[in-house]
Structure formats: C-alpha cells, structure tokens
C-alpha cells in the first residue's frame, strides 16, 4: 500500500447536469479530486441513532439533507427540528407506511442514503438502494441469514454501487492509537485479539413506550424506541447478535479481507436468566407482569472463537442482558506486546506490556501515556471536529469518511465484503450454537481477492 491514498488513478469525475461522481466509479479512483457539490443525502429510518447522523450532517456545508423517511411522526418532526436549528431548510418526508421510503429512492436529487433502521429491514433497504444506485452508509447489525449477505455482495457485484458499513468503533480514539502501534511493529507478529458487545441493554431492551431508556418493563407494540423491535431479537434467537463493534477494530488490525481472512467459528451460549430478572424487579413490572412469563432464547453471555487463515484466533463476548459496567474487553496481543482496555475508551482504561521495551518487569503499565503519544493522525488532524460527537467523537470519523469518500470518489475503508464477513458472524453462531457449539465454515465473501486486497483503513490522516 502507498503511504498516501491521495494518489489516486485519474477517471472522468464528473457526470452529466453538474451531479456528483456516478455512484459506482467510487471504486475507480480519481486523482486528487475533490468534489465543489454538495452531497445530496436522504435518510432512510430517523429514529434515535438516525438523528444523531442528521446533527452530525446538518452541521456540514458540502451535504445537502435532502428527505427523510419514516412512519414515525414523532422521530420526523425531531429530526426537522434539528435541520431548523442549523440553519438548513426542511426535508421532504416519506411517512407513508413502512414501504415509503421506495419513493425516497426514486429522487433523481439524491447521491447517497444513511440507513439506521431496525436490523431486519437492512437487508431489503440496502438492496434497493443500491439498485436505484444510491450510494450507501449503513448502520451496524448482524445478519438475519447467511444468505443475506451474499445479497449484499452479489448487488454490489452487479450494480457496482459502493456500501459503507459504520461501524464506529474502529474509529475510537485509544483503538486507533492501538491500530498505529500495530502498523508500526511494536507488537510484533499479531497472535490473539478479543473484543465484543459488553454493555447492559436492560433499560434499551424495556422502556414505558413513551421514553426510551430505563423506564419500564415493555417491549415490542407496547415498547418505544429499540424496544419495539430490538428487543424481540432475544426472544427468538441465540446467538452473537451484534458482533461489529467487538469485531471491526480486531479485524482491521488483523487485516482480515485484505491479505487475511477469517476462516471458522465456534460459538456457546450461557442459560438465559437476565432479562426475566429485570422485568420481574422492575417498579413497573413484577412476577405478575405479562412479560415475565415470556421466554427469553437468547442467553446472557455468548462467546464465539474465531480462527483466521494466517492463524490468529478472535475471542467476541456478547454480554448486554446482564447488570454490569460498560467495556467491550478488547485485547490485542502480538509476540511483543499485548493490550488490555478495561472502561469506555478513555486513555488512562487500559493496560499495556511490550516486554522488550519495558525490560522483562512483567509489570503492565498504564495505557494513558502511550495511548497520547501514538495518537493516530487522524485524531491529532479532526480532534477539535470530533470534540461532541456521538459516542466520545467516533461518530464524526464515521460520517466525514463517508462523505469525504464520495467527494472525493475513492474507495470506503469499510466495504461489502467487510459488511458481508462481519454480518455473518451472527447467523453463523446461531448455527453453531443450535448444533452443541459445532465448528462452522466462514465463507469466503471475497471469493479469494483477499489475497491481493491492501490495507486502506487508518493508513492517513484523512479516512
């Protein structure tokens, strides 16, 4: 890989009428171009999370917020109120039902789409999008079906038309200083990573069905937010339901689907205690509350081993129906160093040994001073852009790559076949979970270009 990605294959960058760079020449390469129109976005699902990327959009001078679609009148008007508030003129709306927002997709003034709806529709949103050739950003989840995501692949393959998968974890800010670590050696040859989804979700999963965090003991018709559909995942399934954000930041430092990939998994699953608990010592729920008599399939804690074709293993937690402090339990360890974070992401939660360096003390050190001191350029560059984004500022590295990616008409960091590979994990676990923790295959989305694919995630100070 060459040091900068700016240097970039030249194409013909613009097409016809002034519009923006053809959705599907993201992928050939311009050089040095920077795009002087706006990017013309519509948002397909503006619940919760979908408002926190239209603050982060509004805020832009080179994006045009163009519609929104949505049943919900409630999240419509919230996120009106937040193109008000800066300026920016209303959005068309698509509030028709469910299927409303396939008039969204019909706008010849839309470039790109940022999907963040519940998980079962990604798959037919995403599709449809592509083919109506809408660039696409897409929220996090784990696929409903394996088959799902050789959809997204085999669209993408026939329409050309990019897919950005968000996960914004890779980007947090102790992780990428890892990640710059990593690159530079100083872990020497990578053997083992663990990362997961250790966050309790009890307060998302039950609400009152009128706010959405922590307040009640209702779900689906009844429940608000997340927990009218979320929560529903638990009851039917057993499995690593949401295995990017554990995933994502190991596999970028591992190189998997760029000179890597991953290869096979085993996955058990605890007893499912946890959420019948919660409803049961709820102030507003109690043993006689119709949803302590339901059964919760999903347990508590899930872990799935990974191997890898290099032969690195990846250990994924999914832990989130349990009482506990938020840490996602990463660890990155090499033969010459290992890392250990322990909290949210903070420099100081973590521990560090590289016994060469520290001359055998076999004594972890705190991560605070080497978290500051290999401080990815991309934070050192945007930190004062990042300052007040979501999710301790990752989710401005999220939606600049974005953006700037098609401005700029260069590939996404985080594409299909990365999407594909990370979705899978989820109906895979399943899988092997229902069958005694059986080793399953992991299928090969790349159909071996995972040989000869570079590294492009983190490589600059841009994207």
Known sequence: ???????????????????????????????????????????????????????????????????????????????????????????????????????????????????????????????????????????????????????????????????????????????????????????????????????????????????????GAEFGEKGFSEAKWRTEHYVKRNGELYPTHGLGPVSVMMDINRGNRLTRLSSFSSKSLGLHQYIVEHPKGGANHPNAKVKFNQGDIVTTQIACANGETILLTHDTSLQRPYDLGFRVQGTDGIWQDFGSGGADQGHIYFEKIMNHTHKWDNTEKWIKDYDHPMWKKFESKATGAGHGGMDFFVMNTFIECIKRNIEFPMDVYDLATWYAITPLSEKSIAKGGQVVEIPDFTKGQWKNRKPIFGMTDEF
């Open 1 to 215: 890989m060459d040091n900068s990605r700016r240097d970039f294959i030249k194409t013909t960058a613009l097409a016809s009428f002034g519009a923006l760079v053809l959705p599907h020449s993201l992928f050939a390469y311009s050089k040095g171009f920077v795009s002087d129109k706006k990017v013309r976005v519509g948002f397909i699902g503006v619940g919760l999370r979908g408002q926190e990327h239209v603050k982060l959009l509004a805020k832009r001078d080179d994006v045009e917020i163009v519609a929104f679609a949505d049943p919900s009148p409630i999240m419509l008007s919230a996120s009106q109120k937040i193109l008000k508030s800066n300026g920016k003129p209303e959005a068309r709306e698509f509030s028709n039902g469910e299927y409303d927002y396939r008039n969204l997709l019909k706008l010849g003034n839309i470039d790109a789409v940022v999907i963040a709806t519940p998980w079962e529709w990604h798959l037919t949103q995403g599709v449809e999008a592509m083919k109506a050739k809408k660039i696409v950003g897409m929220e996090v989840s784990g696929a409903i079906k394996l088959d799902d995501c050789w959809e997204f692949v085999k669209t993408y393959e026939e329409t050309k038309v990019p897919i950005f998968m968000m996960e914004n974890v890779c980007y947090r800010r102790d992780i990428m200083a890892i990640l710059n670590m990593v690159r530079k050696g100083m872990f020497g040859e990578l053997v083992h990573g663990r990362g997961g989804y250790q966050h309790d979700l009890r307060g998302v999963l039950f609400n009152d069905g009128v706010t959405p965090y922590n307040s």
